[in-house]
């Protein structure tokens, strides 16, 4: 009489119990073990939390990144940029934004530019790069660029002499304190803008911050050319200052000379010397790339 082979019998009742009730333990410890996990990452949460608050108050870590980075990187990119390669993924991203320079191509050079600030917003350098290179490389490059209707190479340079401002006014937001961002905004008023007034007032910003006299010297040629008497009266008080100082240049006499004019200055109260001569005047206004 055949019979079944052992390895094909079905289990019998009692099997079939110690089996269901093994399978009970084991889905019972697993559950176990997911909550104990799960308390112990609760409580751990708020020690971690005060931890980072700690170091990102101390300037030793920064604040993650915004969500608008999230759309703009790929995954890699942003997962790398939460953790310890954040500086790398910038680097990158710079190299990548001259390489684009070199092709002239403004819009990439913009966008790779913005990834990069946003992943190192505490660096000033590349805030400064990334306003020169809007408001003096691409500005120029559209103005002078023949191919592009004349009325149209006007609005590109306005636009991008714009976007440099703005670069750095975002830049500020970070590093409120940074006389070489503050310096750099000025040179855009004076230079690309003509705005006089908004130049003497970063320039003023940046001697609060260096207490360096030859700022505030800055300050006053800039408010000397503009063209309201409240910026001349400002102008002639900052430059008197520096004179009374013995910081009597060519520049400051000259500029001196010429508010005494426009103010009516009573002739008992104005400076004793003369004109100067300067063979480059515009060289003493301020600083220069």
């Not at 684009?100 to 505490?122: C, G, H, Y």
Request: positive net charge; charged residues 20%; contains cysteine.
């Amino acid at each position: 009489m055949s019979s079944t082979p052992a390895s094909h019998e079905p289990l019998n009742t009692r099997e079939q119990t110690l089996h269901w009730s093994w399978r009970g333990v084991c889905s019972r410890r697993h559950l176990q073990a997911l909550a104990v996990f799960l308390c112990l990452g609760a409580a751990k949460l708020p020690v971690e939390e005060a931890a980072t608050q700690h170091l990102r108050t101390a300037k030793l870590l920064t604040a993650p990144v915004s969500l608008g980075l999230r759309e703009s990187l790929g995954q890699m990119s942003f997962a790398a940029s939460l953790g310890g390669l954040r500086s790398l993924v910038a680097s990158v991203t710079y190299l990548r934004a001259y390489r684009e320079w070199e092709n002239i191509n403004w819009a990439k050079v913009d966008s790779l530019f913005q990834l990069t600030t946003r992943l190192q917003p505490m660096y000033p350098n590349y805030w400064d790069e990334a306003a020169w290179h809007m408001a003096y490389n691409a500005a120029s490059s559209y103005l002078y660029n023949e191919e592009i209707n004349p009325m149209l190479r006007g609005q590109l340079y306005e636009q991008h002499v714009q976007r440099g401002v703005n670069i750095l006014l975002e830049g500020l937001r970070f590093l409120p304190d940074d006389a070489r961002l503050w310096t750099a905004l000025a040179e855009i008023y004076d230079q690309r803008l003509h705005d006089h007034r908004k130049a003497a007032t970063c320039y003023l910003q940046v001697h609060r911050i260096s207490r360096q006299d030859r700022y505030a010297r800055f300050a006053g040629y800039q408010y000397a050319q503009a063209s309201d008497p409240d910026s001349w009266e400002k102008g002639y008080d900052l430059l008197k200052a520096a004179y009374d100082k013995k910081q009597r240049q060519p520049s400051v006499i000259d500029q001196l000379k010429n508010l005494e004019e426009k103010l009516r200055i009573p002739l008992p109260l104005r400076i004793p010397d003369a004109h100067q001569a300067l063979e480059n005047p515009q060289s003493l206004i301020g600083p220069m790339r």
